[in-house]
């Protein structure tokens, strides 16, 4: 993880308006005292992504640039078996009687390093243009260093408000995590919240949503996030 250094900072709201339905909006927001050649300050990106069709995945990355420009890339959809390994792998995929939905919201470093995850599953079925049934789940994954060291989970919450014959069924989770390691001791300088939301409906369809809160970024980060 070597983060380049840069010589000015600038900041401005971005609205972002991406290919096949998705959105997403990037509000980056100076932190007070930053040091200019080393840190982009806080980011706060938010996005949407149209529900693929089954066994296909749709999948988008936004890239912290040069000048702490961000660098919004296009929305892909394809195969899902193209991928040799599934982005959302903190969910083990199952065999569902209805349809099944799985998603991902990551953040990456310069090195590609992925420091911190939240992926969640949705299982549902049908019938007469209602959900007959709904589970779901959320999991988080970090990336540690040696000496006990890296990022940690601070807490984590997912709920689902209806389970059974229901109109929609909504499903939020939520990650909040800290760092303390080799590029900050004190434990002070980084902290990234992460957020997905689902809305599974009567249909068949549904609708993936995502947010990611960072207190510092760098050059090179990067947020990817999808589902299939």
Known sequence: ????????????????????????????????GQDPARSCGAVRLSGSLPVPPAGMSVRQTITIGEDCELKTGPV???PASAAAESPARGIAAAPSAGRQLRSWNEMYDCCGIRMTGLYSTADWSTADGRVSTAATTATQEWNREPWNAGWSLKSA??????????????????ADFTYQGIFDTSGDRYANTHHSSVQLAGDGTADCAFDVELKNTFIGWNWQHGCE
Do not use: I
Request: glycine share 6%; hydrophobic share 40%; with cysteine.
């Open 1 to 32: 993880m070597r983060y380049p250094r840069f010589a000015s900072v600038t900041f401005a709201a971005v609205g972002l308006v991406c290919v096949l339905g998705g959105t997403a909006t990037a509000a980056p927001t100076p932190t007070a």
């Open 76 to 78: 892909h959809q394809v």
């Open 157 to 174: 919450t997912d709920k689902q408000d209806c389970a059974t014959d229901c109109a929609v069924v909504n499903h939020e989770a939520h």
